[in-house]
């Protein structure tokens, strides 16, 4: 039996704004899973956050510098397991697009490691739905309704 669901095409669907030059892309939620499509502006860095389970990352366009100094280029794979602590900056004339795999908590932290605010596979998935709501969208992300 094939259970193979529809293609998304995801080029056809809007980035709901997060914050100053960074948008997603949400494709599914199923428990405290989530996989989106992360779009940071050149220039734009991702403060210091924790992950509090595992993220599957493929960068789809852009180069973005970890924290590490390490450069993630088109068609590379970050694999981070739980408690990774990082930042990272899209750097170039492109925005990154990110695809993301990942289960728990994004814990934000300040300069004295305490966090500062999260973001939750439920949090994320009300949170698209309000927006679709409010602008007028249809949610098309797998486990959204």
């Known amino acids: 039996m094939d259970c193979t669901s529809k293609p998304l095409a995801t080029a056809d669907l809007p980035w709901m704004p997060l914050g100053p030059g960074i948008a997603v892309r949400p494709l599914r939620f199923a428990g405290d899973e989530r996989t989106l499509q992360l779009k940071v502006e050149p220039g734009v860095t991702v403060g210091r956050h924790r992950h509090t389970g595992h993220v599957h990352a493929f960068n789809v366009s852009g180069r973005r510098r970890l924290g ?78």
């Open 68 to 145: 590490n100094g390490h450069v993630a280029y088109p068609g590379d794979y970050v694999y981070e397991p739980p408690h990774n602590e990082d930042c990272w900056s899209c750097e170039g004339d492109e925005p990154c697009i990110v695809q993301i795999a990942m289960s728990g908590r994004v814990e934000y932290l300040d300069n004295s490691d305490a966090v500062t605010g999260f973001t939750d596979t439920p949090g994320l998935k009300a949170q698209y739905l309000a927006w679709c709501h409010a602008n007028g969208f249809t949610p098309t992300a797998l486990g959204a309704l």
